[in-house]
């Protein structure tokens, strides 16, 4: 499986959330509530890497199947 997004294996914060369809604020709680790693460039701008992306969607995959299983 190729981990990378529009062909970047680093996202920004705007492209985590229109990949993920979350709002900037969701994704800003995200990380507050460290629930995915991010990074930081200069001081200012934030990244996350596609690849815990992808792990954060797994494990929001797998707590929903639980709830409804």
Do not use: H, P
């Amino acid at each position: 499986m190729q981990e990378t997004y529009k062909g970047k294996s680093v996202l920004s914060l705007k492209e985590f959330a229109e990949y993920a369809s979350l709002s900037m604020s969701k994704v800003y709680k995200l990380i507050q509530a460290k629930e995915i790693r991010s990074y930081r460039k200069s001081n200012k701008l934030i990244y996350v890497k596609f690849s815990d992306v992808l792990n954060w969607q797994l494990c929001k995959t797998a707590e929903v199947n639980k709830m409804v299983g």
